[in-house]
């Protein structure tokens, strides 16, 4: 069963045309052209669904065999034409099964899980808290909880332990209760969700359509079985793409001077209560339409 019972469990418990379209905070409005991140074709997943398209950018650093899976069943057309079988409000959206009952998977092997990574002082990193013991931040759009780096001193390979966050938009693998079980299934945050961290591989975030992720139909049961759910019509990695099909998308720089008054005015508002997950990474669309 690819179900995952920790997800069962959560659901219980939680009953553009050439021009850049901007998705933004109004600090990106004052960002300058150097101040933004442009995601490489690689590494951006173009999902069209029946609701609208929905941009990924992968986490090869984070984890690469999951990375790599996702690019090769992209590649095969497997994800197209599938269900967003299992869809819970305030919760997530999950695919990636042919038989559209969660019971299915590619027909390719087992994932090693990825719940960590290691990080060293390459790692494009930016830290923008630093509770007691740890450094929260971003690895380009993904949010990330890591050890400070001066524990890098300490350890063999001059590396810390990371790990990313589940804030909404973030993109898990789905698996059964063993840790190496993922296959094919993955499923996308509407909400965040931090008991899942470091318990399901994460390989991605959205970066664009995060509104169409919180509009496909949910279902009011407890198992989250949707029935007559939406669908994703086409499933690519950019750089698979025809160039007139292909999107580009920017991110602001988590490096550049804008991200920190957008992560420092992020902290002021809540207080006490900031998450990383309140930073909202402002984004610029441009190129081809869904398909």
Request: charged share 20%; glycine share 8%; proline share 8%.
């Amino acid at each position: 069963m690819r179900f995952s019972t920790g997800l069962a469990a959560a659901s219980v418990l939680m009953l553009a045309g050439s021009a850049w379209a901007q998705e933004a905070a109004p600090t990106a409005s004052v960002a300058t052209a150097s101040e933004w991140r442009s995601v490489p074709a690689e590494n951006l997943l173009v999902i069209d669904t029946s609701k609208g398209r929905i941009l990924v950018e992968l986490a090869p650093e984070v984890a690469p065999g999951h990375v790599e899976r996702i690019r090769l069943l992209a590649g095969r057309g497997f994800f197209d034409g599938l269900l967003w079988h299992r869809v819970i409000d305030q919760f997530m959206a999950q695919t990636g099964d042919p038989l559209g009952t969660g019971e299915g998977q590619s027909p390719y092997p087992d994932l090693k899980a990825e719940f960590t990574f290691r990080r060293d002082g390459q790692t494009p990193f930016t830290a923008v808290a630093a509770p007691a013991g740890a450094v929260l931040g971003f690895l380009h759009s993904l949010p990330v909880q890591t050890q400070p780096d001066a524990f890098m001193a300490t350890t063999a390979d001059k590396k810390v332990h990371a790990w990313g966050l589940y804030c909404p938009g973030v993109a898990g693998m789905a698996r059964d209760e063993a840790p190496d079980s993922a296959n094919s299934q993955f499923f996308l945050m509407r909400q965040p969700y931090p008991s899942l961290d470091k318990r399901y591989t994460i390989w991605g975030r959205v970066v664009s359509g995060l509104d169409v992720v919180r509009t496909l139909k949910f279902s009011p049961n407890p198992d989250g079985i949707v029935a007559d759910p939406d669908r994703m019509t086409r499933v690519r990695v950019a750089s698979d793409l025809p160039e007139a099909e292909r999107p580009t998308v920017r991110v602001l720089d988590t490096a550049s001077p804008q991200f920190r008054v957008l992560a420092d005015a992020a902290r002021q508002a809540k207080g006490a209560d900031f998450s990383v997950c309140d930073i909202d990474l402002p984004v610029q669309v441009a190129g081809a339409p869904a398909a």
